[in-house]
């Protein structure tokens, strides 16, 4: 899923968040929650089907507080060796 860039789709029905990174020192303040909601309001004018994510355990209750549900452990990514949840926000 990540590793080969020809699997993007530009005018997919899905748009996928590929990560959410905030300086330490800018943590806690809300800005990555502003990231998420310009995120959610840009997809949703372009007429999407909704975002998906994927993110460790310890994330899952943060993006669900976005509306992101939890579809379990990907099989798609493994990425540094770990389980990552998919996520996915339907509108």
């Known amino acids: 899923m990540y590793e080969k860039a020809s699997m993007h789709n ?7 968040i590929f990560g959410v990174n905030t300086l330490p020192s800018y943590r806690n303040h809300g ?29 899952v209750p943060y993006y669900a507080k ?11 990514s493994t990425h540094g060796n ?6 996915r926000l339907t509108f």
Not at 33 to 59: E, M, P, S, Y
Not at 82 to 87: A, C, G, I, P
């Open 82 to 87: 770990v389980s990552w949840n998919q996520m």
């Open 10 to 16: 530009e005018h997919g029905a899905w748009q996928m």
């Open 31 to 59: 800005f990555a929650g502003q990231l998420i909601q310009c995120a959610i309001h840009n997809a949703k004018i372009q007429g999407g089907k909704g975002l998906v994510l994927t993110c460790k355990d310890r994330l």
């Open 66 to 76: 976005f509306g992101f549900k939890n579809e379990g452990i990907s099989d798609k």
